[in-house]
């Protein structure tokens, strides 16, 4: 069961309406809110939602979200956080042009990158998965929940030490995003 996954979790970030519903936890995001930086230009963006355990070690989680709708710059995905300057999201997403996309941000020091690439068709529910060996990590998604595609190999600066994992979500544009945390692996 979801609740007995997440009983070691905790919120960075905690959205206005956060209640549990039949499938899941069911999230509202608050508007204007997303994680990104780049100390060039001055953007600092850390007021997403993250709800997160801390992991040390080699791991791998799975996480599932499902939504009715999105629009432009709304994201539900997968998190892993050393702090504010170093950390990775993935993340399905509209662009402006309403064509969904799977992103990938790495932070480094400051700086986000973005990579990401059109998907055929909107899924309403979908999966991903993080894989942590060393300080090495690979990010998945899935469509279905059997067949996971990775989408990003990285390295964050770590040594040894733990970090955040779980999952965020986010609303860039001023509107409110509803979507549903249905499972934690």
Known sequence: MILDTLKNFSWYNEPTNVRFVESGMQIETKPQTDFWQNVQHN??????????????GDFFITIKWHFESMIASDQCGLMIRVDSLNWAKTSLLCTDISIPQLGCVISHHGNSDWSNFPLQSMPYDIWFRAVRR?????????????????????????????????????????HVFECILEDVI
């Open 134 to 174: 060393g300080n090495d990590f690979w990010l998945y998604y899935s469509v279905d929940g059997i067949n996971f595609v990775q989408t990003r190999m990285f390295s964050l600066p770590l040594s040894d030490s733990s970090v955040k994992i779980g999952a965020y979500a986010c609303s860039p544009q001023d």
């Open 43 to 56: 953007i600092h963006k850390d007021n997403g939602h993250f709800f997160y355990t801390e992991k040390k």
